[in-house]
């Protein structure tokens, strides 16, 4: 059962692959320009992976909510649009679904996640380092974005991608960039990247995956009040913070080996 499965998610990603690579400049009245891809390799593609999530996750699960919110057209958007967001969708299912194989074929060994945690940084050379230096003294492996090869992909193709590898997320709300509603409530505050970059994570990987380290004075992003927030104090104490975060996560790590 669980080599079908498999076999049927690695249908679904090629043909994913040729829905992509059947994407053309379109030249309508209303639409000259546009992206878009064949339509019914597309419809075909959709409603397979549709009951694919339906059938292995239910249609309770927050994947095929969110597949059912995206999966319609509007006058806004194209169908290889809606092709990136459902394409996401069908690829963040790896991290579960290798939770279910594992279930089916290793009920009597000891449950193992991945190792990769992601880093979402600004301009902070010392506090991204002092952050990979712990997490590799930890036995674990940091997935910076900015020391990943493009491979002809953007940022946010970049972000889709790395961030299927990954089981926590953690972000740095360094201040590297100044903000306010005038001049006169100017306060420091995170890139705009971070926040955006932290707000998907926490959905695709959930809150709980997720923590924030924050540097100084820093303005926190007040719609996600609730999540956890660490200060990055001269003394280290924040590196101790994350093992129990890690450790809450699933992650077998320990403070003796910092």
């Known amino acids: 059962m669980t080599n079908n499965i498999t076999k ?6 090629d043909l994913a692959t040729n829905v992509k690579n059947s994407k053309y400049m379109s030249n309508g009245e209303f639409s000259n320009g546009w992206e878009c891809v064949n339509n019914e390799l597309f419809d075909s593609w959709k409603i397979q992976v549709k009951s694919f999530i339906q059938k292995n996750f239910t249609e309770t699960s927050i994947h095929y909510q969110e597949f059912e ?8 958007t194209t169908n290889y649009d809606i092709f990136k967001k459902l394409n996401t969708i069908l690829e963040s299912l790896e991290v579960e679904f290798d939770d279910i194989v594992n279930a089916s074929t290793n009920e009597n060994k000891p449950h193992t996640i991945k190792n990769k945690v992601f880093i979402v940084h600004g301009h902070d050379d010392l ?28 940022i946010i ?7 299927n590898e990954v089981r926590f997320a953690i972000i740095l709300y360094t201040p590297c960039d100044i903000g306010g509603k005038d001049k006169d409530t100017l306060k420091p505050r995170a890139r705009q990247n971070v926040v955006l970059e932290h707000g998907y994570l926490m959905a695709k990987i959930g809150r709980n995956n997720t923590c924030a380290l924050i ?19 001269t003394h280290n104490a924040w590196r101790y913070s994350i093992v129990d975060e ?12 910092l």
């Not at 049927?8 to 990603?13: E, I, M, T, V």
């Not at 919110?69 to 806004?76: A, L, P, R, T, Y």
């Not at 991204?128 to 953007?154: A, F, Y």
């Open 8 to 13: 049927r998610y690695q249908q679904l990603k």
């Open 157 to 163: 193709e970049k972000i889709e991608h790395f961030s």
């Open 215 to 233: 540097k100084e004075d820093v303005e926190k992003p007040g719609d996600i009040d609730g999540i956890v927030y660490i200060p990055m104090d």
């Open 127 to 154: 506090a991204i380092s002092e952050v990979k230096n712990t997490l590799i003294q930890l036995g674990l492996e940091p997935i910076v974005l900015r020391d990943k090869p493009s491979s002809s992909k953007t």
């Open 246 to 257: 890690l450790k809450s996560s699933g992650f077998n790590v320990k403070k003796d080996d």
């Open 69 to 76: 919110k995206n999966e319609n057209i509007n006058m806004w």
